[in-house]
T-cell receptor, first 111, second 113 residues
Framework: SQTIHQWPATLVQPVGSPLSLECTVE??????LYWYRQAAGRGLQLLFY??????ISSEVPQNLSASRPQDRQFILSSKKLLLSDSGFYLC??????????FGSGTQLSVL | AQSVSQHNHHVILSEAASLELGCNYS??????LFWYVQYPGQHLQLLLK??????LVKGIKGFEAEFIKSKFSFNLRKPSVQWSDTAEYFC???????????FGKGTMLLVSP
């Protein structure tokens, strides 16, 4: 069966520090991969999605970037975190039928 | 930790039928509640949300949801569905004041013309 792993679960980082959040999917090949963010009190926002290795689409301009170095690996990065980057980050994947499956999320606090 | 249960994995309706999708959550404190929708070929988008106040929340495209605290429920309703409502619907919950979001497994709604 397919599983999705996302880590770390929580992260506290100082302003200006780098960020790397990792997401991996098992049990499927060539998934579509997504990074979402939810800020406190707001709805979910799509940040990036990828339909294949090295193929990244950005939905909103921001301080973040994403990479897909392997078929089932999706990484969210930043060179210098801002306070406004705080939030809950969710990785998700979908297959041919487009049904979404979510990771458990990473709570990022930038101080 | 909170959890979300969506009872129906697949729902098939005819156009003009009424819709109610169940969502129950478990969490000991106050919560924010959301319904998201993913139309075929599109990305996830917010349908409606509840933070506080009137427990009957109206969203886009004629959808509404009612928060019943005593039942830990946040069911989604629409009086008359259209073929264009065919989509996957996700219920989600986050503890008030936090952004941590937990999704249900989703309900696939198919509306036949």
């Amino acid at each position: 069966s397919q599983t999705i792993h996302q880590w770390p679960a929580t992260l506290v980082q100082p302003v200006g520090s780098p960020l790397s959040l990792e997401c991996t999917v098992e049990g499927t090949s060539n998934p579509n991969l997504y990074w979402y963010r939810q800020a406190a009190g707001r709805g979910l926002q799509l940040l990036f999605y990828s339909v294949g290795i090295g193929q990244i689409s950005s939905e909103v301009p921001q301080n973040l970037s994403a990479s897909r170095p392997q078929d089932r690996q999706f990484i969210l990065s930043s060179k210098k975190l801002l306070l406004s980057d705080s939030g809950f980050y969710l990785c998700a994947w979908s297959g041919q039928n487009e049904k979404l499956f979510f990771g458990s999320g990473t709570q990022l606090s930038v101080l | 930790a909170q959890s979300v249960s969506q009872h129906n994995h697949h729902v098939i309706l005819s156009e003009a039928a009424s819709l109610e999708l169940g969502c129950n959550y478990s969490y000991g404190g106050t919560v924010n509640l959301f319904w998201y929708v993913q139309y075929p070929g599109q990305h996830l988008q917010l349908l409606l949300k509840y933070f506080s106040g009137d427990p009957l929340v109206k969203g886009i495209k004629g959808f509404e949801a009612e928060f019943i605290k005593s039942k830990f429920s946040f069911n989604l309703r629409k009086p008359s569905v259209q073929w264009s409502d065919t989509a996957e619907y996700f219920c989600a919950v986050s503890p008030s004041g936090y952004s941590t979001l937990t999704f249900g497994k989703g309900t696939m709604l198919l509306v036949s013309p």
